[in-house]
């Protein structure tokens, strides 16, 4: 759709023909690219498989000089490079795991104007001797790559990305471009800020990933729930499980294999060459498995990756929108498929609790936690939720792809239920000065005698079994809903439960609190693992 295209453009456009190999620009590509090779700053957002890196490896082939792409994916820039060399661009990187003479090689050729791309850590990038040897080369750009690890919020937080704020201030007349797939508008005002980039044109793509299907389902036995999961709709397809602990990565794994899908373990734990050979096992074979920390997928490119599956919740919606992301690059249909339980919102509120950093981190950690109870708690479009996160504006009538619009759930109007809950929280606190666990406060409602309920007299409290009309599970769902919906908090590592300045308005009557029905029991047995 362009009217007068200038030499500049048509450059790109021949490069894009000629060195990839590609037919046409995606989505806004053309216009950053045209920007960036005119000179200007830039500030792209665009979710992962968005097609980021021909926007700074097309610009460093037009413009004259070297494009420097700064990247705290290591391990992943021999990839990267060896990619760029097949297609005939002079390509070369400068890390720790090279030793001195392959360095001196890269930075001579540098040097002497031969390298159309040279990618660096961020930690290289903030030496003198880096920044010296820059100044005697000729630099067309600077592309800073994964650009949210400048956020000080975000688990992908890198020190070193701060100091390229000095980019700007030595090389002002050489553009920067800054990606990420990470952005709400605060990691987005923050990227502009830290990186001093105030001129920055913004390019925004739309969040939306409209061939992944969204599925959240209530955790009861997870590992069997995903071992089903797979057999009906993922036979011999490549997907990635997500857990939390490495502990769990492995027992999953395990159980995967012996029921007969291909499964290897991925988390720091594991040495560097099995994790170098499993994660390229996964990249090169047709339907293997991958059960892994996060630490597993910053940087993967496969195209083919059916499905990604957390069997724990996420820290945040940034999180998982970035892990699910993973899944259908090549836009085939795909699904993101979570199982969810009350002990996930305990375990991570221990997390937070027990974690580094001080109260105003804490504080931050957990409106991330209540963001993504809030997208697997709600009765609305999952799709819609996500895109309303990022500051986009979803399709008013449901996306009709994810398991919300695919079959509504019901909902029923929980405000007895709740005042209910509320009020055994009420009572434990000021009758008894006490607090107490989901796990207990559903055992009181449901009348249960246990030796828990009879050492601490809970059978004498007036609440003791007003509540047989829900079972155990709809009331642990009541439970997680109220947390969600903020009328109810954890409060300690311990996941004792105390009210929020919003209960009132329940327990006073003042509000009604509508419910979405627990989805049908999943037909596992219910041996273990159960939330
Ligand atoms: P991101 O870094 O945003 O996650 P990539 O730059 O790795 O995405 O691109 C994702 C995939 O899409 C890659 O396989 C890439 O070759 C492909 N791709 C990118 N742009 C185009 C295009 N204009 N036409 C066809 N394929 C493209
Ligand atoms: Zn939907």
């Given at each position: 759709a362009?009217?007068?295209p200038g030499?500049a453009d048509?450059e790109a456009?021949a490069?894009?023909?000629r060195v990839?190999?590609?037919d046409?620009f995606?989505g806004?590509?053309?216009a950053?690219?045209e920007?960036v090779v005119?000179?200007g ?6 979710p ?6 021909l926007?700074?490896?097309i610009p460093?082939?037009v413009?004259?000089?070297t494009g420097i792409v700064?990247s ?7 990839d ?9 661009v002079?390509?070369?990187f400068v890390?720790s795991?090279q030793?001195f003479?392959e ?8 040097l ?11 930690e290289?990038?903030?030496l ?9 080369g ?7 790559d994964?650009a949210?690890?400048v ?10 990305y701060l100091a390229?704020?000095l980019?700007?201030?030595?090389w002002p007349?050489?553009?920067?471009i800054a990606?990420?797939a990470?952005?709400t508008?605060a990691t987005h005002?923050?990227i502009?800020q830290?990186?001093?980039m105030p001129?920055?044109?913004h ?6 990933r409209?061939?992944?299907q969204?599925r959240i389902v209530p ?5 069997k729930?995903?071992?089903t999961?797979?057999r009906?709709?993922?036979e011999?397809?490549?997907?990635i499980?997500?857990c ?10 395990e159980f995967?294999?012996r029921n ?10 594991l040495?560097?060459a099995?994790?170098?050979a499993?994660?390229?096992?996964f990249l ?6 991958v059960?892994?920390?996060?630490a597993?997928?910053?940087g993967i ?10 069997l724990d919740?996420?820290?945040s919606?940034e999180g ?11 836009g085939r249909?795909s699904?993101?498929w ?7 919102v305990v375990?991570?509120r221990k997390l ?6 001080d ?10 936690l209540?963001?993504?109870?809030g997208l697997?708690?709600?009765?609305q479009?999952r799709?819609?939720?996500l895109?309303?996160y990022?500051g986009q504006e979803?399709a ?7 398991d919300t619009?695919?079959?509504?759930p019901?909902?029923?109007?929980g405000?007895?239920a709740?005042q209910k ?8 606190q ?9 796990l207990?406060?559903v055992?009181?409602l449901?009348?249960k005698?246990?030796?828990?309920v ?6 004498q409290l007036?609440?003791f079994?007003?509540g047989?009309?829900?079972?155990e599970?709809?009331?642990r ?16 590592e311990?996941g004792t439960?105390?009210?929020t300045?919003?209960s009132?308005?329940v ?6 609190v ?5 989805p049908?029991?999943p037909?596992v ?5 159960s939330?």
């Amino acid at each position: 759709a362009r009217q007068t295209p200038g030499p500049a453009d048509s450059e790109a456009l021949a490069t894009l023909h000629r060195v990839f190999g590609y037919d046409a620009f995606r989505g806004e590509q053309e216009a950053i690219i045209e920007h960036v090779v005119a000179g200007g700053d830039a500030v792209v957002l665009m979710p992962t498989g968005g097609g980021k890196s021909l926007c700074y490896q097309i610009p460093s082939l037009v413009r004259p000089g070297t494009g420097i792409v700064v990247s705290p994916l290591i391990a992943l820039m021999q990839d990267q490079v060896d990619a760029l060399r097949a297609l005939g661009v002079n390509a070369g990187f400068v890390n720790s795991t090279q030793d001195f003479d392959e360095r001196r090689v890269v930075e001579a050729q540098f040097l002497a104007g031969e390298l159309d791309l040279l990618y660096l850590a961020p930690e290289r990038l903030r030496l003198d001797s880096t920044l010296d040897l820059l100044a005697r080369g000729k630099v067309s750009l600077f592309a800073i790559d994964e650009a949210h690890c400048v956020s000080q919020w975000g688990h992908d937080f890198r020190p070193d990305y701060l100091a390229l704020s000095l980019l700007g201030e030595r090389w002002p007349d050489v553009p920067r471009i800054a990606l990420t797939a990470t952005a709400t508008r605060a990691t987005h005002e923050e990227i502009t800020q830290r990186l001093h980039m105030p001129a920055a044109r913004h390019f925004v793509a739309s969040f939306d990933r409209p061939n992944i299907q969204y599925r959240i389902v209530p955790k009861a036995d997870p590992k069997k729930q995903l071992l089903t999961y797979l057999r009906q709709e993922h036979e011999g397809d490549a997907g990635i499980v997500y857990c939390l602990s490495r502990k769990s990565v492995e027992s999953t794994a395990e159980f995967l294999s012996r029921n007969g899908v291909e499964a290897v373990p991925y988390h720091a734990g594991l040495d560097g060459a099995t994790r170098a050979a499993h994660q390229s096992r996964f990249l090169r074979e047709d339907g293997l498995v991958v059960v892994a920390t996060i630490a597993f997928g910053m940087g993967i490119d496969k195209p083919d990756v059916r499905f990604v599956a957390h069997l724990d919740l996420p820290k945040s919606v940034e999180g998982y929108y970035q892990e699910t992301g993973r899944a259908g690059r090549d836009g085939r249909p795909s699904t993101a498929w979570m199982a969810y339980g009350l002990n996930d919102v305990v375990q991570q509120r221990k997390l937070i609790q027990s974690g580094e950093g001080d109260e105003a981190f804490r504080r931050r950690a957990q409106s991330h936690l209540d963001s993504m109870l809030g997208l697997c708690e709600t009765a609305q479009c999952r799709r819609g939720q996500l895109l309303k996160y990022f500051g986009q504006e979803p399709a008013a009538e449901g996306c009709g792809n994810c398991d919300t619009c695919l079959a509504p759930p019901e909902t029923w109007d929980g405000t007895v239920a709740a005042q209910k809950v509320l009020s055994t929280v009420v009572r434990l606190q000021r009758e008894r000065g006490q607090k107490f666990g989901a796990l207990q406060i559903v055992d009181i409602l449901l009348g249960k005698r246990t030796a828990k309920v009879i050492q601490f007299d809970h059978d004498q409290l007036s609440v003791f079994g007003i509540g047989t009309d829900l079972d155990e599970d709809e009331w642990r769902g009541v439970v997680r809903q109220l947390l969600a919906q903020g009328l109810l908090a954890v409060e300690s590592e311990y996941g004792t439960l105390v009210l929020t300045e919003a209960s009132g308005t329940v327990l006073r009557r003042e509000r009604e609190v509508p419910l979405r029905k627990e989805p049908k029991k999943p037909v596992v047995s219910r041996s273990s693992g159960s939330s």
